[in-house]
């Protein structure tokens, strides 16, 4: 059985507590969360330890864990992988929060943040790998050194013209050259750039470069509150045996939170139960 996180930015957007969240979450079947970082911090890579260890114990006291973190640089709007003038704080930040994501007991970070990943103007596919591989290398280490993985995540051309396709990630993935440091795919942003997403799962999974999914619909919503074929995408998914984590990220509610989740995991569910 595919194991689910659920991320939390929506429950928190609407005022639940991470007590709350957690409590959703195991009540819905999810295994845990991930965690948009902002939603616990102000500056969450400098968390004192006793805040990271209370929400460790808040999440697991509800019978879940934290799974990692995604949304990294949200709340960090100055920072940036591709402006190298930005980068000594912006590797700080990150460095910090895979930090932040061990001590949680996360497994993965994703490295969306579409808005801190802006292409220099003028810089060429080969150069822009090697640019932002110099970038990440230490980044890498570091999580190697913590035991997570690190995902950049492709993300559509309505969103960035920096890693818009797994085959842009697997190039980064290369050429870093860390086991730590993976690709990633969100069904959203491959539905949208480069359909049809069982065929790209099964294009990619098998050479070991995919270290997360995110299952979302191209509407933003959840797996079915729209028409994406989550029935082949899960079925692609357990015939190559995956075993990592499967993160439900929805930009949108149907009704509230709480029942955008539960359609959520009751649609991958049911999606399993057809392949079973």
Aim: net charge negative; proline share 5%; aromatic share 4%.
């Amino acid at each position: 059985m595919l194991e689910l996180a659920l991320c939390n930015e929506l429950l928190h957007a609407e005022g639940l507590s991470l007590r709350e969240q957690a409590e959703t979450a195991k009540a819905l079947g999810y295994a845990g969360l991930e965690l948009a970082p902002a939603t616990l911090d102000d500056a969450p890579h400098g968390m004192a330890a006793e805040r990271v260890a209370e929400v460790r114990e808040t999440v697991e006291a509800a019978g879940i864990r934290v799974t990692g973190l995604h949304w990294l640089l949200t709340g960090y709007p100055e920072a940036s992988i591709t402006d190298r003038s930005r980068w000594d704080e912006t590797r700080e930040a990150l460095l910090g929060l895979v930090d932040l994501c061990a001590a949680l007991g996360g497994d993965v970070l994703v490295h969306g943040s579409p808005g801190q990943r802006v292409r220099p103007q003028g810089m060429g596919d080969d150069a822009l790998t090697a640019h932002l591989a110099e970038f990440f290398s230490p980044i890498a280490a570091a999580s190697e050194r913590a035991g997570v993985t690190y995902c950049i995540e492709p993300l559509a051309r309505t969103e960035t013209e920096t890693i818009t396709t797994v085959a842009e990630g697997a190039a980064l993935v290369e050429a870093v050259g860390s086991a730590a440091f993976k690709t990633m795919l969100d069904c959203k942003a491959a539905g949208l750039q480069e359909p049809p997403v069982a065929d790209r799962i099964r294009e990619w999974v098998p050479r070991g470069v995919i270290g997360h999914i995110h299952a979302n619909d191209t509407n933003l919503g959840a797996p079915g509150m729209g028409d994406d074929p989550f029935p082949e995408i899960i079925h692609a998914l357990t015939d190559l045996g995956w075993t990592g984590l499967v993160g439900v990220e929805p930009f949108r509610t149907l009704i509230d939170a709480r029942v955008t989740a539960a359609v959520g995991a009751a649609t991958l569910r049911a999606c399993e139960r057809a392949v079973a």
